[in-house]
């Protein structure tokens, strides 16, 4: 089974800008969709964005304008680019296929604070 690494999260004021990535062990082309996932605390985990193999995306109303999701299929890795970030974007964020097997990574935690 695949399985996936997050990395760049990290605290940004209101308003700001960061991108997170998500490298995986093995081939992701197999995969036909590719999701972020995100978790606040007290809170179920929700997708807040996907990807097809062929760019396709879709993304949560809470993001939507805000977040890109992107994929190298070459490299394995899955981005989302965040822009305008707000407090409520505080979360711990996953990547997984869509729908999601059962391993999942650490993630990443983003702060959004000021």
């Known amino acids: 089974q695949v399985q996936f690494v997050e990395s760049g999260g990290g605290l940004v004021q209101p308003g700001g800008s960061l991108s997170i990535s998500c490298a995986a062990s093995?081939?992701?082309?197999?995969?036909?969709?590719m999701g972020w996932y995100r978790q606040a605390p007290g809170k179920q985990r929700d997708l807040v964005a996907r990807i097809t193999r062929g760019g396709i995306t879709n993304y949560a109303d809470s993001v939507k304008g805000r977040f890109t999701i992107s994929r190298d299929n070459a490299k394995n890795t899955v981005y989302l680019q965040m822009n305008n970030l707000k407090p409520e974007d505080t979360a711990v964020y996953y990547c997984n296929a869509v729908p999601s097997g059962t391993s999942w990574g650490q993630g990443t935690q983003v702060t959004v604070s000021s």
């Open positions: 093995g081939s992701i082309f197999r995969i036909f969709v």
